[in-house]
């Protein structure tokens, strides 16, 4: 079968026309759209394993704050405890940023290591499972630190795998529609895992730890599905590169720390924007279904939905703004936009009763837009050879920061109340809002490009992409140049050479002309 289909790729094979009995076969077989790797259909196959081998990732992530009560209640624990379970998805990514991509390059390949990834997501959401049915919390902190180890790592395989079939302008469309399947798997976990643990509920007819560890194990069906298309995403990147003979796909990451010292100011203001915005987006999404059930007495179907807006509009509108941004440019404007707009959906949730939808659509509008116009900044203010640091070290401060603030959110609410935790989430916000408007000065003052528009710095790279053109083709006139000035072997002299190759004697007058050939060679 194999064979069959390497001589349907690589064309009509030669064919035995003699008399000693051989016939000649005729033109092979071609292969069905769907199963040729060059043609759309099998890409767009591709395309959808890739979308559907994070889906389990981000479904089962937030599967604590679809069930925020149900945890707390069935488990007996404050909300600190409860926090902890996202903090211990943090704390291993804290290090695994830097060196993911290290082991998808170097260590398993992209193929083993997307699915030990995918396993290690699965037997963590297992073990986490287990913990509640058990009534062991501990049991449960460990399975979410396990689920994080191959979560994020995940991320990074996902991606690789992007770029190895999709490259051009296709690239930016597949990671929007990776993005949006993200956000699709997070929007369905909210609105469906209350609804399954009453489904749950009925059929054993109590509440508690049980109840709970088996609705955590249904939902753990959808990291195995992650897993089957990782299985199968594999089987079919191998057969590709067997067909094509294509080289396996590659992070590319250069992780080298001693760049750190070498990070300007520019790029440290946009590492605290990242830390300051994030820490007030996802540990609220964590506490936000209690808290719309409390502050605005919603039933929790209704909560569940308003909490999940932020990532239904993201879903849609991350390709959009995406694109949007690559227009027009001045990224530092559109980021000051979206930290405004997240500041002002805080304080109305804190500080009013209007309907909170306004608040939170204006939340995932402003969430959107700042992931589309922050993360490329960084490409702009460091070398190429320093993407692979400067983008670990943002991803790994980042699950810091998420790590020690769902912690102290879930303190703060415990002592002081959703008021209290809502200021605080409103502070950090403004200390992003100060890294921009730091951030905006610093790039006007040291002549960035950051907030060229981007007709702008397409010129710009237009006239340096000529200069670079320039260079290249002067430098090979002067290698013409100097091949021309090159003394021509005549045949005297290379019988000379030949000679002396074999241990011959020439004579003095002989050696010395060929000294001179060689010394004249070396100065030019």
């Given at each position: 079968?194999?064979?069959?289909?390497?001589?349907?790729?690589?064309?009509?094979?030669?064919?035995?026309?003699?008399?000693?009995?051989?016939?000649?076969?005729?033109?092979?077989?071609?292969?069905?759209?769907?199963?040729?790797?060059?043609?759309?259909?099998?890409?767009?196959?591709?395309?959808?394993?890739?979308?559907?081998?994070?889906?389990?990732?981000?479904?089962?992530?937030?599967?604590?704050?679809?069930?925020?009560?149900?945890?707390?209640?069935?488990?007996?624990?404050?909300?600190?405890?409860?926090?902890?379970?996202?903090?211990?998805?943090?704390?291993?990514?804290?290090?695994?940023?830097?060196?993911?991509?290290?082991?998808?390059?170097?260590?398993?390949?992209?193929?083993?290591?997307?699915?030990?990834?995918?396993?290690?997501?699965?037997?963590?959401?297992?073990?986490?499972?287990?913990?509640?049915?058990?009534?062991?919390?501990?049991?449960?902190?460990?399975?979410?630190?396990?689920?994080?180890?191959?979560?994020?790592?995940?991320?990074?395989?996902?991606?690789?795998?992007?770029?190895?079939?999709?490259?051009?302008?296709?690239?930016?469309?597949?990671?929007?529609?990776?993005?949006?399947?993200?956000?699709?798997?997070?929007?369905?976990?909210?609105?469906?895992?209350?609804?399954?643990?009453?489904?749950?509920?009925?059929?054993?007819?109590?509440?508690?730890?049980?109840?709970?560890?088996?609705?955590?194990?249904?939902?753990?069906?959808?990291?195995?599905?992650?897993?089957?298309?990782?299985?199968?995403?594999?089987?079919?990147?191998?057969?590709?590169?067997?067909?094509?003979?294509?080289?396996?796909?590659?992070?590319?990451?250069?992780?080298?720390l001693t760049d750190v010292k070498d990070f300007s100011l520019s790029l440290w203001l946009?590492?605290?924007?990242?830390?300051?915005?994030?820490?007030?987006?996802?540990?609220?999404?964590?506490?936000?279904?209690?808290?719309?059930?409390?502050?605005?007495?919603?039933?929790?179907?209704?909560?569940?939905?308003?909490?999940?807006?932020?990532?239904?509009?993201?879903?849609?509108?991350?390709?959009?703004?995406?694109?949007?941004?690559?227009?027009?440019?001045?990224?530092?404007?559109?980021?000051?936009?979206?930290?405004?707009?997240?500041?002002?959906?805080?304080?109305?949730?804190?500080?009013?009763?209007?309907?909170?939808?306004?608040?939170?659509?204006?939340?995932?509008?402003?969430?959107?837009?700042?992931?589309?116009?922050?993360?490329?900044?960084?490409?702009?203010?460091?070398?190429?050879?320093?993407?692979?640091?400067?983008?670990?070290?943002?991803?790994?401060?980042?699950?810091?920061?998420?790590?020690?603030?769902?912690?102290?959110?879930?303190?703060?609410?415990?002592?002081?109340?959703?008021?209290?935790?809502?200021?605080?989430?409103?502070?950090?916000?403004?200390?992003?809002?100060?890294?921009?408007?730091?951030?905006?000065?610093?790039?006007?003052?040291?002549?960035?490009?950051?907030?060229?528009?981007?007709?702008?710095?397409?010129?710009?790279?237009?006239?340096?992409?000529?200069?670079?053109?320039?260079?290249?083709?002067?430098?090979?006139?002067?290698?013409?140049?100097?091949?021309?000035?090159?003394?021509?072997?005549?045949?005297?002299?290379?019988?000379?050479?030949?000679?002396?190759?074999?241990?011959?004697?020439?004579?003095?007058?002989?050696?010395?002309?060929?000294?001179?050939?060689?010394?004249?060679?070396?100065?030019?």
């Open positions: 079968m194999a064979a069959e289909e390497e001589r349907a790729l690589l064309g009509p094979a030669g064919r035995d026309d003699g008399d000693g009995g051989g016939r000649s076969p005729g033109p092979p077989p071609t292969l069905p759209a769907v199963c040729d790797p060059r043609r759309l259909p099998h890409r767009l196959l591709v395309l959808a394993l890739m979308c559907f081998l994070g889906f389990g990732s981000y479904f089962c992530y937030d599967n604590p704050a679809a069930l925020q009560t149900q945890v707390q209640r069935d488990m007996r624990m404050n909300t600190a405890q409860f926090m902890a379970l996202y903090a211990w998805y943090s704390w291993p990514n804290v290090v695994l940023c830097f060196f993911g991509g290290f082991l998808i390059d170097r260590v398993f390949g992209i193929r083993l290591g997307t699915i030990i990834f995918s396993i290690f997501v699965c037997v963590g959401q297992v073990i986490f499972a287990l913990g509640a049915l058990l009534n062991t919390f501990w049991l449960m902190d460990m399975g979410r630190f396990i689920f994080g180890i191959g979560g994020e790592s995940l991320a990074v395989a996902q991606n690789t795998y992007a770029v190895s079939w999709f490259k051009g302008k296709e690239l930016n469309l597949v990671f929007g529609l990776q993005l949006s399947m993200a956000r699709i798997g997070s929007t369905v976990n909210m609105n469906i895992m209350g609804w399954m643990y009453s489904r749950v509920q009925d059929l054993l007819g109590y509440t508690g730890p049980s109840t709970l560890g088996l609705t955590l194990m249904i939902g753990g069906v959808t990291c195995l599905f992650s897993l089957a298309c990782a299985l199968i995403l594999a089987y079919l990147d191998k057969r590709a590169q067997k067909l094509l003979c294509k080289e396996q796909g590659k992070t590319g990451e250069v992780i080298k946009i590492f605290v924007i990242c830390v300051c915005y994030y820490v007030a987006v996802f540990p609220f999404i964590g506490l936000g279904k209690v808290f719309f059930i409390e502050k605005f007495k919603f039933s929790s179907q209704e909560a569940s939905a308003i909490n999940s807006i932020v990532y239904i509009i993201s879903a849609p509108m991350s390709p959009v703004f995406g694109l949007l941004v690559d227009k027009v440019g001045k990224n530092i404007i559109w980021v000051l936009c979206a930290v405004i707009t997240t500041l002002a959906s805080h304080i109305m949730l804190a500080f009013t009763f209007w309907n909170p939808w306004i608040a939170m659509c204006l939340l995932g509008v402003a969430y959107s837009l700042l992931a589309c116009a922050l993360w490329p900044m960084v490409a702009f203010v460091v070398p190429e050879h320093q993407l692979g640091t400067a983008y670990g070290f943002m991803q790994s401060i980042q699950n810091l920061g998420l790590a020690i603030i769902a912690i102290a959110a879930g303190m703060i609410l415990d002592t002081r109340g959703y008021l209290f935790l809502e200021v605080f989430f409103s502070a950090c916000v403004c200390l992003s809002l100060i890294a921009v408007v730091m951030l905006y000065f610093v790039n006007h003052l040291t002549g960035g490009d950051l907030n060229w528009s981007a007709k702008k710095r397409e010129k710009l790279q237009k006239v340096a992409a000529n200069e670079v053109e320039e260079q290249e083709r002067l430098r090979r006139q002067n290698e013409d140049d100097l091949a021309k000035l090159q003394p021509k072997a005549d045949d005297f002299s290379l019988r000379n050479k030949y000679l002396s190759r074999l241990g011959a004697q020439l004579p003095d007058n002989y050696s010395s002309y060929l000294s001179t050939m060689v010394h004249r060679s070396v100065l030019k």
